[in-house]
C-alpha cells in the first residue's frame, strides 16, 4: 500500500480504526535521518502489523448492565403501583360496602380517647347499613317485578298490534292482517339485533374503559405516594454531610424573603451586602454565622420568615435556628444544620449508666436529650408542672418515661400515677408509685380524678400545716427531706384527653369530664396548677393530639414546661405550645412524622434559659426502652431502700355513727342541719364537706333509713339511724 505523500496533508495521512493502531505502521526499523526526509517517498503499512480484531467474550459492558437493573426496577415498580392500586380500589369498595372502614375509624377513636367522636361515628355504621338494607330491598323488589311488567309490556303491545291488524283488514287500500304483524316481527327483530350489537360492542369497551379509568385512578395514588417497595424504589442519593451554605447563599436566602426593605439595601450595597455576615463556622452538625441586618429591617421580621427562609437555604423549618442577639434588635446568630442532622442517632442516655444516681431535684438538671446542634438540654424541673403533647406512635411515651425515671432516682421523690392506657408502659413504677393505676374505664377515670383531688387535699394540708409552723416563703431543700411531709410529689396522668373527654358521673356526685367548671377533674387540676408548686406538689400531663374538647384550656395553660413532638396542624400546635412560641417560629407540625419519633419542641418557661431570649427550641430526646426502665427502676428502689415517706391518708369515718353523735337530745333533725352538725364534727373530712341534703338522703338510703318530710322539710328521725346500726351488727355478726 503507498500513500501520494505530495498529495496529502500530514493530518490526513494515515487514518486508522484506533488511537493503539498507529503502531501499526513499521517506521521502528528506519533511521532518525530517514524518517525527518521521507518526503516524496513511500509509507509502507505492513498488514501483517494490523491489529486483529478482538473477538466478543460475552460480557455484558456494566453501562448496559446497569440500564438493565434501572430498567427492571422501573417495570417492577410501576407494575407494583398497578397491582397494588387494584388492590386499594377493590379494597375500598368492599370496605365501604361492608362499613369496615368506619369500623376501623371507630377504633381510632376509641384508641385516642375521642368517645364523642367514636359515638358519632358508630351512629353513621347503623345508618349507613340500615340504607344498604332498604336499597336491597328496594333492589330485590324491582327484581321480582320485571318478569311482570315486561309481561305486562308485552301485553299491551300485542293487545295495540292485534286491535290495529282488526282495523287494517276492515280498511280497505290500507295494510292487510298479516303485514301488520309482520311489521311488528321486524321491529322485534331490529330491536333485538341492537340489543345484541349494544351488548357485545359498545357495553364492553365502556366496562373496559371504566376499569381501565380505575386502574389508572388507583395507580396515580400508589405512584404519588411512593408506595412501592424499597428494593424497586432510585436509589435516594443524599446530600453533601458538610453544610454547603456561602456568604453568597446566606446573603441570596435573606434578599428572597420578600421585605422589601431588606431587597433594597442587599441590591444597593457595593459589596454585595458582605458586610451583613460575620465568619462562618462549624458548629456541631453544622454551621453558624452571625448576620447584621440593615435599618428598617428586625430579628423579628425574619423569624415571621423562618419557613421562608429555610427553604431558601434547602433546609427544613425546623433544621435551621435564629437567636436573637440580646443587645440588639438588627442582630441574630443563624444556624444551619447539614442536611440529614436529625437521622443522626442521638447519644445514649446518661441514665443508663449503672453509676448514675442518686439525684436531687432541688440541684440537678434532667438530662433529656440534645439540640440539633449537639449541646445537651437539662431541665429543671422542681415546682414545675409539665404538658407534653403529640400524635399516636411519635415516641411520647418513652420521651414522658424518662423524666419520671430520673425524678425517682431522688429518694425524696414521691409519685402517683395513672396510665390511662394500660399497656404496660408504665408498670416498672409498680413498687415506686404510691398508686399505680393501669386501663381506661369508668372505674380508672373516678380512681384518676380522686388521684387529682386527693392532691387538692395534699395541698390544703401542706399549706395548713406550713402556717401553723410559722414558715414562709417556699418550701426549701431541708424541709422537704422524706418524712417530713413536704417531699416533692409529681402527679402523672398519661392519654389524659381520655379523662376530661370521658362522660363518667362521679359516685359522690358531678361529672369527671368536661372543658368547663362543672368537670371534677378540670377543676382538680386547675387548683393544683394554681397552688401546688409553692408547696412541692407537681402535675404532668401527657395528652395525645390536644384540642379544646379534651384538653381545656384552663389546663394546657397552666403547665409552666410545654412540648410537643409531630402534631397535624399549626393550630394544634399553639394548643399544645402556646400562642407565643408557634408564632416566633415553632413548628412541632414541621416535623417529619415517624421519621422524627422523639424530637420534640419545647417551650420549656423558667425551667432552662435559653440564649437571646427565645421562646422555644428543638429536642432530640434520648430513648430508654421498657427493658431499660426495669434496670432504672431497679436502681430507683436501691437508693430507696429503708426511706420512709410521711403520707397523710385520708380520716376514716363511719355515716352512721356520726349521725347518732350529731342528733344529741334531738328525736327528729332536718336533714340540712344533719348536714352542718356532721360538718362541724370532722371540718377536715373531705366527703362531709360535698354533702348536701339530697346526698344524705341518697346514702341514707342504702341503710333504709328513711328521709320523710315533716312540717314541709326532709327531715331524719333517730329511732331509724340507731336501728340500722343495730341491724348492721347483727348482719356483721352472721
Known sequence: MTIDREHTDMGELIRFPHAHAARAVDIDDTTPDQQTNTAGTEVEVRPDTLPARRERDGVVPPALKARSAAAAKVTARHGYYLLGGAWDTATSVYSRWTGRDIDAQIRDARAAGEHGIAADLMRQRTDNRRILLERIQVWGTFLMRVPMILGGLATLVLALTLIASIVAAFRPGGLSFAQVWDRLFTAVAVGFDWTVWAATVPVPLLLVASAAGVLVSGYNKRRRGQAAPAWAQDAVV??????????????????????????????????????????????????????????????????????????????????????????????????????????????????????????????????????????????????????????????????????????????????????????????????????????????????????????????????????????????????????SGFEPLILVVDEVQKLYTCTTEHPDGGDIGGKGKKSRAVRAAQAIHDQGRAVNIHLWEFAQNPTDANLPVVVREGAMIRASLFVGTESIAKMALGEAPVDTGAAPHALRSGLDRGTVVLAPGESMDLPGGATHTTVRTHFISTEQSYDIAERAKRFRAGIRHHQHEPEQRDLLDDLAAVFGDDERVKARDLVARLRALAPDHKPYTKLNATTLATQLAEYDVPVKPYDGYPTVRLQHVTTAIAERAVSDQD
Open 238 to 483: 443524599r446530600k453533601d454531610e458538610v453544610v454547603n451554605i456561602t456568604p453568597s447563599a446566606v446573603v441570596a436566602a435573606l434578599r428572597n424573603l420578600g421585605i422589601s426593605a431588606l431587597r433594597k439595601a442587599i441590591d444597593d450595597a457595593e459589596d454585595g451586602a458582605a458586610w451583613m455576615l460575620g465568619l462562618i463556622t462549624r458548629y456541631g452538625p453544622g454551621a453558624q454565622v452571625q448576620v447584621t441586618l440593615p435599618p428598617q429591617v428586625t430579628t423579628t421580621d425574619v423569624q415571621k420568615r423562618r419557613d421562608t427562609l429555610a427553604g431558601n437555604l434547602d433546609r427544613a423549618e425546623h433544621e435551621i435556628q435564629i437567636e436573637r442577639d440580646p443587645g440588639s434588635e438588627r442582630e441574630f446568630l443563624l444556624w444551619v444544620a447539614d442536611s440529614g442532622a436529625l437521622d443522626r442517632p442521638v447519644p445514649p442516655s446518661p441514665l443508663l449508666d449503672d453509676e448514675f444516681g442518686p439525684v436531687d431535684i432541688y440541684r440537678d438538671t434532667m438530662p433529656w436529650g440534645v439540640s440539633p446542634k449537639g449541646d445537651p438540654v437539662e431541665l429543671n424541673l422542681l415546682q414545675q408542672h409539665f404538658l407534653l403533647a403529640g400524635l399516636s406512635k411519635q415516641g411520647k411515651t418513652a420521651a414522658a418515661r424518662a423524666l419520671l425515671l430520673w425524678a425517682m432516682l431522688d429518694p425524696s421523690v414521691r409519685v402517683r400515677l395513672a396510665d390511662l392506657k394500660g399497656f404496660g408502659d408504665w408498670s416498672m413504677f409498680h413498687d415506686l408509685a404510691e398508686e399505680l393505676i393501669e386501663g381506661a374505664g369508668d372505674a380508672n377515670f373516678i380512681a384518676t380524678c380522686d388521684m387529682l383531688e386527693w392532691g387538692v387535699g395534699e395541698m390544703e394540708r401542706r399549706y395548713d400545716k406550713w402556717r401553723d409552723m410559722g414558715r414562709k416563703g417556699d418550701v426549701d431543700r431541708a424541709s422537704s427531706q422524706a418524712g
